[in-house]
């Protein structure tokens, strides 16, 4: 089956600008997680959607938002972006949540400048 | 936040086996610990989770101490495509995933 799918899988913006990032997870999987990974912070939570709400919340600015539709393909938006937002955003999708195996995507590297 | 801690890093000869160190002192009952690779330029892989008992999978083997408060990620015989970033995490749902640095394993040809 397919795998999770991110786009676009490359970003530049400039400061101040927004951008969205969108996530199709494994079909039939119900929730989809957001992870923010920097050289330097690592690997950081930033929310989780099921069935089109949001279950859970990392500790991040409202900056960052999401959703999730009714075929369950999430997005993800950062508005006012700032160089610190330069990083690779992940999702990952799962069949009820993380205490279930979840599938990551290859990623979207979103470059501010 | 219940967090882990692990060693920067580690290198095992291929074909050898490989035991990757997890300590979780603070915890609690309800968390289980996840264990994800992260290959280089690829998103993380499920590799093994558990609660309280040893688990295996046909990648790897997970024991966990009796009192839960460390736990060893066992790869049996490492290969050049183990070479990885592994992530011990904790999870018992809310909002305390964290992930922490992982354990980057080199193996030697």
């Known amino acids: 089956k397919a795998g999770v799918t991110q786009t676009p899988r490359y970003l530049i913006k400039t400061r101040g600008q927004q951008v969205t990032l969108s996530c199709s997870p494994i079909?039939?999987?119900?929730?989809v997680s957001w992870y923010q990974q920097t050289p330097g912070q690592g690997l950081q939570f930033l929310f989780e959607?099921?069935?089109?709400?949001?279950?859970n919340k990392g500790n991040f600015p409202g900056r960052f938002s999401g959703r999730q539709f009714s075929n369950s393909r999430s997005e993800m938006n950062v508005s006012t972006l700032e160089l610190g937002d330069s990083a690779l955003y992940l999702c990952?999708?799962?069949?009820?949540?993380?205490?279930?195996?979840?599938?990551f995507g290859q990623g979207t590297r979103l470059t501010v400048v | 936040d219940a967090k882990t801690t692990q060693p920067n890093s580690m290198e095992s000869n291929e074909e050898e086996p490989v035991h990757l160190p997890c300590n979780h002192s603070?915890?609690?009952?309800?968390?289980?610990i996840h264990w994800y690779r992260q290959l280089p330029s690829q998103g993380p892989e499920y590799v093994i989770h558990?609660?309280?008992s040893n688990v295996n999978n046909r990648m790897a083997s997970l024991a966990i101490a009796e009192d839960r408060k460390s736990s060893t990620l066992i790869l049996h015989r490492a290969t050049l495509r183990d070479a990885a970033v592994y992530y011990c995490?904790?999870?018992?749902?809310?909002?305390?995933?964290?992930f922490g640095t992982g354990t980057r394993l080199t193996v030697i040809p």
């Open positions: 990952a999708s799962s069949l009820e949540g993380f205490g279930t195996e979840a599938f």
């Open positions: 079909s039939g999987h119900r929730s």
């Open positions: 959607y099921f069935s089109e709400t949001q279950r």
């Open positions: 603070t915890i609690s009952g309800t968390d289980y």
């Open positions: 558990g609660l309280t």
């Open positions: 995490i904790l999870w018992s749902g809310a909002n305390n995933l964290f």
